[in-house]
């Protein structure tokens, strides 16, 4: 179990794989990074331009927003929130 844990946190997760795990766009994922409620991305090499997510922050955040839509479930519609 601690090995798969170990595992979970060294991974790195792109932009493409991100946007399918978390269900929401490019810019929704900006919007939240921004406000503080998504985990921020990070430059996998000091001097490049690449950038991603770690993938255990990614799975807590996931685990957390499936434990607060059970408390308020969501009612779908134009109404619904992804915050």
Do not use: D
């Not at 810019?27 to 991305?41: N, Q, S």
């Amino acid at each position: 179990m601690a090995e798969r844990q170990q595992n979970v946190a060294s991974r790195i997760l792109r932009e493409p794989e991100l946007l399918a795990r978390v269900g929401l766009g490019h810019t929704r994922v900006w919007e939240l990074e921004r406000a503080g409620k998504f985990p921020r991305r990070f430059k996998i090499s000091p001097e490049g331009r690449a950038c991603g997510w770690l993938e255990s922050a990614v799975e807590q955040y996931i685990a957390e927003r499936a434990q607060q839509s059970r408390a308020a479930p969501c009612s779908g519609g134009a109404q619904a929130s992804h915050v």
